[in-house]
């Protein structure tokens, strides 16, 4: 079962990465490959971040630049 949390839970596990940052990489997904990498799971109008595939997408970013 994958580990969903909000934006909020998210940040405050995560400090590296803050809220304006991420609801940035959130709103900019369809653009920026988020939405394609499945990270982002919508419920409604809630907003939850898949943590395994997030940090996938990650490295995936870091393997597209090296």
């Keep these: 079962m994958p580990t969903l949390s909000t934006v909020n839970?998210?940040?405050?596990?995560?400090p590296a990465f803050t809220l304006g940052g991420m609801r940035s990489l959130i709103f900019n997904e369809h653009t920026n490959g988020l939405a394609?990498?499945?990270a982002i799971v919508r419920i409604g109008r809630k907003v939850?971040?898949?943590d395994a595939k997030f940090f996938a997408?990650?490295?995936s970013q870091n393997k597209a630049v090296a």
């Design 57 to 59: 997408w990650i490295e």
């Design 48 to 50: 939850l971040i898949d």
């Design 9 to 14: 839970q998210f940040t405050a596990k995560q």
């Design 36 to 38: 394609k990498s499945g």
